[in-house]
């Protein structure tokens, strides 16, 4: 072989120690995933692409086809492997208190023209074509819950989807762009104090706000920080929806394992 022969079967950086494989495997297998001896592999190959962002074609000949990678991952995507794995990653979380926001995510124009119908959650924002993340974390910035929206979608709007059905807790903190009375209520009938703040034409103010509590909404920023670090996190390539969604769920359970 040449030498860029060899580079093209040389072993890339891997995400998984042996340990977190160990974890991971047992999970997908719990899944019904089958456990074939090139499945470490594949994996391996998912999260290279979902860190580098490259387009499928492009991933190194040491994880196998490109294509049998692709085929695998959207195969999962389609039946909700990854959505299922990443609920099950969870483990101790604390819910004590949970911070929800949202995030821009720019939609590349090779995620259009799916040949599925609908928008694919792809929305006209100011930034242009944009996903939306929704997203719930707990009080160690760990993810616990996810939707995806089209990008001009008010981060208020998908709360009830986001907060409806979490786990009992003490405090929701969320900036003020969720400021919404339906919103309230529906966190107090969950047993949990809203620390929201509201709106400066607000005739009620601020005066019962937690400014102690909401200083700690630094959380989930940080959170989404660490989510773009995968660039195909921080950028949409994939034309459907479920497969973004799959990669996000990829992405968040790699910080349980981690």
């Known amino acids: 072989f040449s030498q860029n022969q060899q580079n093209e079967f040389a072993m890339p950086r891997q995400m998984l120690n042996d340990e977190q494989w160990s ?23 998912i999260l290279y692409r979902m860190r580098a962002g490259c387009p499928w074609r492009d991933l190194p000949r040491y994880f196998g086809k490109w294509n049998s990678v692709y085929k695998k991952f959207n195969y999962w995507s389609k039946n909700n492997k990854l959505i299922e794995i990443f609920k099950k990653l969870i483990t101790n979380p604390d819910l004590t208190i949970e911070f929800i926001d949202g995030t821009f995510i720019k939609a590349h124009q090779h995620s259009a023209g799916a040949a599925e ?15 939306k993340i929704h997203m719930a974390v707990d009080g160690n910035g760990k993810p616990v819950k996810f939707c995806l929206s089209p990008g001009n979608i008010n981060d208020s709007t998908m709360a009830k989807e ?6 009992a807790t003490e405090f929701v903190v969320a900036d003020k762009g969720y400021d919404s009375n339906d919103l309230r209520d529906l966190i107090n009938n969950l047993g949990a104090n809203a620390v929201i703040p509201r709106k ?14 909401y200083k700690l909404r630094h959380i989930v ?20 929806a479920r497969n973004y969604a799959s990669m996000v769920a990829l ?3 790699f910080l349980w394992v981690t």
């Open 221 to 240: 920023e940080n959170t989404f920080a660490r989510l773009k670090h995968f660039r195909a996190i921080a950028t949409r390539f994939d034309k459907l």
């Open 162 to 167: 986001i907060i409806g059905d979490l786990e």
């Open 200 to 213: 400066i034409n607000s005739k009620i103010g601020n005066g019962s706000m937690d400014w102690t509590l």
């Open 23 to 45: 974890k991971l495997r047992q999970i997908m297998l719990q899944n019904g995933i089958y456990d074939k001896p090139c499945l470490r592999r594949t994996i391996e190959g």
């Open 251 to 253: 992405a968040s359970g």
């Open 117 to 131: 119908l609908g928008n694919q959650d792809i929305g006209k924002s100011k930034g242009g074509n944009t996903t």
